[in-house]
């Protein structure tokens, strides 16, 4: 039910992105777009299907580290992305990304095929504090202002 509700919450917004991004390609110039299972659509299918987007962009990263594994016959790798107010990581194996289908956007569980990437709350950015007597970091951020950022739809956003 919570990925109906949110897929419907997202979907006018999304809609609009699409169809105005899509305005701004000169004609004859294709354009697609990642999907969060690390695969490839038109904007017009993403836009029936915006959590396709959720997380599009560690999923495009891990996919590309997964070709760069195979063409250099690695059989392990890491993916590593350490943004301002996280660190995205996941594991390539066999020069293969590994699919989830169901993880968590925020705080609300999303079923739909993803590529299996984890957020820690600790970017290069992040600041440390104490508090309740144990370390905390993140997710206030040096420079950045992470109660405006929206992940999802094409990557942070601003409100």
């Known amino acids: 039910m919570t990925t109906t509700v949110l897929s419907a919450a997202i979907t006018p917004s999304t809609d609009r992105y699409l169809s105005q991004l899509a ?3 000169p004609e004859g110039v294709g354009l697609h777009m990642v999907q ?4 490839m659509a ?20 891990v996919t590309a580290v997964a070709a760069v594994a195979r063409d250099l016959g690695i059989r392990q790798a890491l993916a590593f992305d350490m943004g ?7 594991l390539v194996q066999d020069g293969a990304v ?15 095929p993803m590529v299996d990437v984890r957020s820690v709350g600790a ?6 504090a ?30």
């Open 23 to 25: 305005g701004g390609i």
């Open 36 to 39: 969060s299972n690390g695969g």
């Open 42 to 61: 038109s904007p017009g299918a993403m836009a029936s299907k915006p959590l396709g987007l959720a997380m599009s962009g560690p999923a495009a990263g």
């Open 84 to 90: 301002g107010t996280t660190t995205d990581v996941s």
């Open 98 to 112: 590994t699919i989830t289908a169901q993880r968590t956007i925020g705080e609300t569980p999303v079923r739909r």
């Open 123 to 128: 970017g290069g950015g992040s600041i440390a």
């Open 130 to 159: 104490v508090a309740g007597g144990g370390l905390k970091v993140g997710p206030a951020s040096a420079g950045a202002e992470p109660d405006l950022l929206v992940t999802g739809v094409a990557g942070p956003t601003r409100r």
